[in-house]
């Protein structure tokens, strides 16, 4: 490559560092945060789905903050080329944290037409998951609901209350616990 084709240094850190500079000033530091959580629940929930399955799966606890960053959660899965698995399972661990239990979903085509899998959080609109036979609803861990007395948390919401409230919102998941 001769020098007049080689891009300078520059335009090699704008293509390395323009990304996280963008959500740096569109999200602030939080958002950085929370694309960095999210980079890093991907990569465990890849390597702990590979060495024990679904029962091995235990993704870090997000960072504290509002659920609107949920956007720079998607966009980090986008940009990291996520499979449906790895997205269900880390969006529901962020949902999970935010008073939202979501059941993932696993579904299955049948094998005359060409064996497919697919992975979905329930009650997300999902093209996908169309013409697919239901073959695993697994819940959120309790574990990864937050706690009444955690800071920032919200007393009303606990226990019952919060299950209550979240059942009554339409087209939300339901939980399947008790």
Same mark, same amino acid.
């Given at each position: 490559m001769t020098d007049r084709h080689r891009p300078t240094l520059s335009r090699r850190l704008s293509l390395v560092l323009?990304? @996280?500079?963008? /959500? /740096?000033?569109?999200?602030? @530091?939080h958002g950085l945060r929370v694309a960095a959580w999210t980079v890093?629940?991907? #990569?465990? &929930? #890849?390597?702990? &789905?590979a060495h024990g399955g679904l029962d091995a799966v235990r993704p870090p606890a997000p960072p504290p903050g509002p659920d609107a960053d949920r956007e720079v959660v998607l966009a980090a899965l986008r940009r990291t080329g996520a499979n449906c698995l790895e997205r269900s399972l880390v969006l529901q661990r962020w949902d999970a944290a935010h008073w939202v239990p979501r059941t993932l979903v696993i579904g299955v085509t049948a094998p005359s037409t060409g064996f497919h899998a697919h992975a979905w959080l329930d009650g997300d609109p999902d093209p996908h998951r169309a013409g697919m036979n239901e073959l695993l609803r697994r819940p959120p861990d309790p574990g990864w609901l937050p706690d009444a007395d955690e800071p920032g948390a919200d007393p009303s919401r606990s226990g019952r209350a919060r299950r209550r409230a979240h059942a009554s919102e339409p087209g939300q998941a339901r939980s399947t616990r008790p």
């Open positions: 323009g990304p @996280p500079l963008r /959500l /740096l000033r569109r999200h602030g @530091p890093r629940a991907r #990569r465990r &929930v #890849r390597r702990q &789905v």
